[in-house]
């Protein structure tokens, strides 16, 4: 089904009261009720049923948010707060391992919607994505997750972040030739930006010539 965008307008302004009260709800300890709530907002709003989303692979929910073209991430956005407060949900509950992967789905929908976005990214998304990552932050974060977040940190000029995400997948993946070449390309690019941006990022720029030497030198020989 199609919506016109002043229907979405709305159901994003709703949905955040939505939020404030599911919130509220689970600070007072009522889960019966919240996921009461929590089921019937994927129904209503997305028409999928938790279980579904949650067992859904993450390329096709991406998919099924409109993400296959750049533009309205309303949807994306309303898809991965209702993950991440279903993983809250499930944390209350001692169900960990179903709210790691709550938070993990809410994290790709949300970076692949920031990442295709072609006018920067909202002050508002960003903030987003940092409760995110700090519900991440003590998990073991699958590596595709990790690749997002490295793109999605250069994106907003978060480069020394950028660049720890890097290392952590190198360390990983040793042997991968693209993603080495990914990095020298990550360097190339923060050596075409002025010193002040560099610094604003948290990787100046002798660091940043540092690392691409280091990842040149990485290289097999031809």
Partial sequence: MRYSQDYIKRMIEQFGEFLLALKQLL???????????????????????PQFVRDAPDDYLILATGLAQVGDMNKSVVLSELLSADGDWHALAGEYD???????????VLLEALLRQPFGVAKDDVARADALIE?????????????????????????????????????????D??????GV???????????????????PRDEAEAGLAELKARRPPA
């Avoid at 390309?185 to 948290?202: I, S």
Wanted: charged content about 35%; proline content about 2%; overall charge negative.
């Fill in 177 to 182: 030739e693209s993603l080495l070449e990914a």
């Fill in 27 to 49: 600070a007072e300890d009522k889960r019966a009720e919240a996921r009461g709530q929590l089921d019937l907002a994927y129904r209503e709003l997305l028409g999928m049923t």
């Fill in 135 to 175: 519900k991440l932050a003590h998990s073991d974060v699958p590596f595709a997750t990790r690749a997002r977040l490295f793109r999605y940190h250069e994106r907003i000029h978060r480069f020394a972040d950028a660049e720890d995400d890097l290392y952590g997948l190198l360390e990983d993946a040793p042997e």
């Fill in 185 to 203: 390309a990550f360097y190339e690019r923060l050596l075409r930006l002025k010193d002040h941006e560099l610094l604003l990022g948290g990787l």
């Fill in 98 to 108: 179903v709210a790691q992967a709550c938070y993990v789905k809410a994290a790709n």
